[in-house]
């Protein structure tokens, strides 16, 4: 690309207009099934603590802050949504930009859309069949829908228990499937093992032609989710893959303040050990919990993921008017 060429948008006009069609029938899909469409800020005073995602900041110098005050663009609406959802709104979804630094390549822009909403009275489960649903709107044929769990994944692919496996033996499955450099690679906790096999072994092979939906993840995999103590603790999750691509990701939402906040603190604990700045948690969320959060389930999508499968492209670039470089 030449700088003469850096004015020019990154998606086809075709596509443009095929963006358009897709918000506009996820609109007329909410509206008919009663969930109401919100805003919330996309500054904030607290950021995400997970450890995986990092914050873009920016500092607030208007009245009320004389010395300044760092605000964090969110990587998600979730934790206002949750508030609102506290606050009595009932049923909710929201289509907005989020941020997330550090993230650039074919699958990855700093900046996308995200479609995500939020169901009190349904499980998981139930919410995976209403993603099905929506997805199938947006779609020229009804796609088929293949559910496993992430144990009956890592069996059918691996031929292993992924909540039971060693960090050792994950580390050997990943040598003896010829995952290249894993000899040499230094995870030090099973879930980064268990990332590494599912991200170079199995989710290319999801959702060809169709939709896969991954659920009950290790509970150490939990992030917001319940966890679910019997037989074996999982975290009542859930992934949708279409393509090899991740296009949503969706929880039964934990609802307790005291849970939330070790969490919380449990973030930053892992981030300080990987040397990453300790962000501050969210007390209006924590606020929020303590009045009670309805049991309820939730999704966050990608709308420009979903947008490249739609249209058939491999590159989020041709989906977005203006990748982070030409914005």
Same mark, same amino acid.
């Given at each position: ?30 509206? =008919? ?28 110098? #208007?009245? #009320? ?22 606050? #009595? ?57 293949? =559910? ?41 906790? =099973? ?54 691509? @991740? ?11 005291? @849970? ?11 981030? =300080? ?55």
């Amino acid at each position: 690309m030449t700088a003469s060429d850096e004015w020019r948008p990154s998606a086809a006009v075709e596509t443009i207009r095929a963006r358009a069609e897709m918000l506009a029938r996820i609109r007329q899909f909410f509206k =008919r099934i009663g969930v109401l469409e919100v805003e919330t800020p996309i500054c904030s005073r607290y950021a995400t603590t997970d450890p995986a995602l990092e914050s873009f900041s920016t500092r607030y110098t #208007g009245p #009320g802050a004389a010395r300044g005050r760092d605000l964090y663009l969110h990587t998600s609406p979730e934790f206002a949504m949750k508030r609102l959802l506290a606050a #009595g709104s009932g049923a909710i979804y929201q289509i907005c930009k989020v941020f997330r630094n550090g993230e650039y390549g074919p699958r990855h822009n700093p900046e996308f859309s995200l479609l995500e909403w939020y169901r009190p009275g349904l499980d998981y489960h139930q919410l995976m069949d209403e993603v099905a649903q929506l997805v199938n709107t947006l779609t020229k044929q009804p796609m088929s829908v293949e =559910r496993l769990s992430y144990a009956e994944l890592f069996e059918d692919y691996l031929d292993l228990n992924p909540h039971l496996a060693t960090g050792d033996q994950l580390r050997q499955c990943a040598i003896s499937q010829g995952v290249a450099g894993a000899e040499q690679l230094a995870i030090e906790d =099973r879930d980064g093992w268990l990332d590494l096999l599912m991200s170079h072994l199995i989710e290319p092979r999801l959702g060809q032609g169709g939709m896969t939906f991954v659920y009950d993840y290790p509970a150490s995999q939990a992030a917001l989710a319940r966890i679910r103590e019997e037989p074996t603790p999982v975290a009542e999750r859930f992934e949708l893959y279409m393509e090899g691509i @991740e296009i949503a990701n969706g929880f039964q939402e934990l609802t307790g303040a005291e @849970e939330q906040h070790r969490r919380f603190e449990d973030d930053n604990h892992r981030r =300080r050990q990987s040397h990453q700045t300790a962000v501050p948690m969210d007390q209006n969320l924590l606020a929020a919990l303590t009045a009670g959060l309805p049991d309820c389930s939730g999704v966050a999508l990608g709308l420009d993921r979903l947008l490249m499968v739609l249209t058939g492209v491999a590159d989020i670039r041709q989906v977005v008017t203006f990748d982070i470089s030409r914005a």
